[in-house]
């Protein structure tokens, strides 16, 4: 695992609802090997929301679907 990306939190990411868009958006970071840190940056938040929008424990304000779904689309 590469940028920091720990086996317990891609497990979590696998194993989270992908029917929510922060769970998608970990799985397509962790496919295309995109760190936490550029994630949160990207979409000016901190590290700890990705990491619950990645495990599905919190999905993102609707003000950042959006940008969630464009920063997926760039990473394809």
Known sequence: MSHGYSVRL???IKGAD???LGVRL???C???DVS???VAAA???S???VYHWFCGLREPH???YDDIRSYIASLS
């Open 36 to 38: 936490v840190s550029e």
């Open 18 to 20: 992908v029917n929510k």
């Open 30 to 32: 962790l496919r295309h």
């Open 26 to 28: 970990g799985r397509a």
């Open 47 to 49: 590290r700890q929301t």
């Open 10 to 12: 891609a497990e979590a």
């Open 62 to 64: 609707r003000a950042k």
């Open 43 to 45: 979409l000016k938040v």
